[in-house]
């Protein structure tokens, strides 16, 4: 019975926490006042970097060329030229001659970032003061860059980021991540802005003066950095700048990503955040009240106060996590149409994806390598990167089988979870 007590109340803790979040969220959507008439729209260099195909990739980047906004330029960039993404960028430039687009290749090996490696040779050739720096898998509406520059009258503002809405969802890892984006991404950023005033910065949209981004070192200083969008922010704010975060909401399109990708790609966040926020890493786990309320059932066994407790927290956090969907949605924006439409009956799986979560939680404290588009790196404080060494070459063996012992403690533990729900289905 102390188990249980002891998890009741972290769970308690969570979901007053999780009220918090989305009280973070309607503060942040209720209150930005609108652009004044007549304001300036200076012209904006907007960087694309590419690498294969992501999902709705066409889709996407024809959304940036239907802006209603009268001068900027868009800089596909891409490291090499039979990049399949390489075509469809061509096919977005010869549907639009009218904008300004560049298609530019160009191999870059600063750094270990392959993102910063993509985007140095364009921010090279950008011809405006302002650079956006937007991901691929990024849709936006027409109105999109009107919202954003707006923040650029004030001087004082350095950069300016948004809030990301996960759409789309036709496979079981692109929903997690669409559940896991509108519900503990878009509730942490909105707390720490608006509540702790810590930027959170995260890069699927970033807008910059040159100025002010090369008087914090440039890119090429974050070329060694696996979370360069969240230091760039960082650094900025320590200059003195204003980091803002927009209202104005992104939509990050996923429809078919696989578990292992989803797996992959929330371990390395984790250990991202590990080695950037150290001991407060380890409250992420107790802001997980769906994982911690089934903790009394798994250990404890199927009592029916541990299972009314598991269920109740469940339920209650789901229904949270549809309440910020929702607000996310808004009704101001332009809609999800088509195939990037996410059906709020997915937010039942909320509660799944949160016990997925919790069981790779353990794995940042216990492994420093992580693999970004196929090359392993060792990550160390501020998400600095370095070469890992070979396998099966010195002490290089000993950390991969570190890692892989790590991974397949998560996947024993979520096949413990899968079993428990098999028993009791």
């Known amino acids: 019975m102390f188990l249980f ?71 596909f960039s891409l ?7 390489c075509k469809v960028a061509a096919k977005v430039r010869d549907k639009y001659p009218e904008r300004d687009i560049t298609i530019h290749i160009e191999k870059c090996d600063a750094g270990l970032n392959p993102k910063v490696n993509n985007l140095i040779p364009a921010y090279k050739i950008a011809k405006h003061g302002l650079v956006l720096i937007s991901d691929s898998n990024v849709m936006v509406g027409r109105q999109y860059l009107r919202e954003i520059v707006r923040h650029m009258d004030d001087p004082c503002v350095g950069l300016v980021s948004n809030l990301i809405r996960g759409t789309g969802g036709r496979s079981l890892g692109s929903l997690f991540e669409i559940l896991h984006l509108n519900s503990f991404v ?66 990050n399109v996923n429809l078919y990503w696989g578990m292992g990708r989803f797996l992959n790609r929330h371990t390395r966040w984790g250990k991202l955040r590990w080695h950037i926020g ?34 109740s927290v469940s339920l209650m956090k789901a229904a949270g996590d549809l309440y910020l969907g929702k607000i996310l949605a808004g009704s101001e924006q332009e809609g999800d149409e088509g195939k990037t439409a996410f059906s709020p009956f997915f937010y039942l799986l909320s509660p799944v994806k949160d016990l997925v979560i919790g069981c790779i939680w ?64």
């Open 79 to 85: 490291q090499n030229a039979n990049d399949p993404a």
């Open 5 to 75: 007590w002891i998890c009741g109340a972290l769970a308690l803790f969570g979901l007053a926490m999780h009220a918090v979040q989305i009280v973070a969220v309607r503060k942040k959507l209720g209150g930005e006042r609108e652009r004044p008439d007549g304001g300036a729209l200076p012209p904006v260099s907007l960087l694309k970097p590419l690498k294969g195909l992501d999902d709705n990739l066409f889709d996407n980047l024809e959304s940036f060329c239907l802006l209603e906004y009268p001068e900027y330029e868009i800089i």
């Open 186 to 251: 878009a509730g942490s950023v909105c707390f720490l802005d608006t509540f702790l005033k810590i930027p959170c910065v995260i890069g699927k949209s970033m807008l910059m003066r040159k100025k002010d981004l090369e008087a914090i070192g440039g890119l090429e200083s974050m070329k060694d950095i696996l979370a360069e969008d969240y230091m760039i922010g960082e650094r900025m704010h320590r200059s003195g700048k204003k980091v803002v975060l927009s209202r104005y909401r992104i939509r």
């Open 362 to 425: 353990c794995v940042p404290l216990l492994s420093r390598t992580v693999t970004w588009r196929g090359t392993t790196y060792r990550i160390g404080r501020d998400s600095l990167l370095s070469p890992c060494p070979s396998e099966g070459k010195g002490i290089g063996k000993y950390r991969y089988r570190v890692r892989d012992l790590t991974q397949r403690v998560s996947w024993g533990v979520f096949r413990f979870l899968h079993s428990i729900r098999e028993r009791f289905a």
């Open 278 to 311: 150290g001991y407060r890493y380890l409250l992420e786990l107790a802001g997980n009240p769906v994982f911690i309320s089934w903790l009394p059932v798994w250990f404890g066994g199927p009592s029916a106060a541990a299972l009314s407790l598991a269920l």
